[in-house]
């Protein structure tokens, strides 16, 4: 198929290099053009000069930005989406968006014949290279049954949410839960280590006993317990982007957020602090300066 590919960041690139990879002729923009030249490597793939150029021949036009102030520029901006898309063609928004935005843009670009999804990933950068994606898609069912084969060239997982807006509902509430989860283990961890358990034995026991979770068993041992907060995939600073919007839909929606309020207070104080560019479980280190611990283990373990 001709494809469109808008935002070669951390994940767009590898996102854009398996459609190329799967034989799809791509048109690629990125206002890096050192980011498009390394994806021109592979055969089928090449340089669009402008995001109108990316998508005025395209079949299926995908972009994968950091939020919706950059979704809704490239989209109805001027030489945007709306202005260089033909009739026909199909929109996939893969960035976390809000729910809100998604359904203004999928009822503008209707209105120009034009049929958008909402299909934000999850799986980080790993998941992006490997093509291992979870992938969660809202709008109409038929135009996600075409596009199908082209998300399969990413994404493991392929779930069809519902209408417009419900693929990226369902990625806020992914990650929001995931943050959470992270802000509990690192409350729970501090009670342990502070009452005097050494915190490698207690995040084994739990984490190979019911109160198991990912963050204990899967990122704190790479990030928070050795300190290695830097050059993340998935940065702090997206991470407080999206649980902002997922707050933000709970309060339009009237919903009471105790746990996810607490979240979304610190993660804009990590903010505060300067390490928006980190990854997002630095934010624990609010709770171990409230609690005096640190939540560290031996880099280097002798046997």
């Not at 033909?86 to 999928?106: A, E, H, M």
């Not at 069912?141 to 990226?168: I, Q, T």
């Amino acid at each position: 198929m001709q494809v469109g590919f808008i935002g070669l960041g951390h994940m767009g690139q590898h996102m854009a290099r398996h459609v190329a990879e799967a034989g799809h002729d791509v048109a690629a923009f990125d206002l890096r053009t050192e980011a498009v030249t390394q994806l021109t490597r592979t055969p089928t793939a090449r340089r669009a000069s402008s995001v109108a150029e990316a998508a005025s021949a395209a079949e299926i036009v995908f972009t994968s930005l950091p939020g919706p102030p950059e979704v809704e520029a490239v989209a109805s901006g001027p030489d945007g989406l709306l202005e260089s898309m033909q009739s026909g063609s199909i929109y996939v928004d893969l960035s976390s968006n809000s729910p809100t935005t998604v359904r203004k843009l999928c009822a503008a670009f209707a209105a120009k014949g034009i049929t958008m999804l909402d299909a934000p990933v999850a799986g980080g950068v790993t998941g992006a290279e490997a093509g291992t994606l979870s992938i969660m898609v809202g709008g109409d069912k038929d135009a996600f049954e075409r596009v199908r084969p082209v998300l399969s060239a990413f994404g493991k997982r392929l779930f069809y949410c519902g209408g417009s807006g419900n693929g990226a509902i369902v990625k806020l509430c992914n990650n929001l839960s995931s943050q959470a989860q992270i802000a509990a283990a690192g409350e729970i961890l501090s009670l342990g280590v502070k009452a005097g358990v050494d915190l490698d034995i207690l995040a084994t026991a739990i984490g190979q006993s019911t109160g198991t979770c990912r963050a204990i068993v899967d990122t704190f041992p790479k990030q928070l317990f050795v300190r290695h907060f830097e050059d993340p995939g998935f940065t702090s600073i997206l991470s407080a982007k999206d649980t902002h919007l997922a707050i933000e839909l709970a309060h339009e929606f009237n919903v009471p957020m105790a746990i996810g309020e607490i979240v979304e207070r610190d993660k804009q104080e990590a903010l505060r602090r300067g390490w928006g560019p980190l990854s997002p479980d630095v934010f624990v280190r609010l709770q171990e300066e409230r609690a005096g611990v640190v939540l560290e283990t031996a880099k280097e373990k002798t046997p």
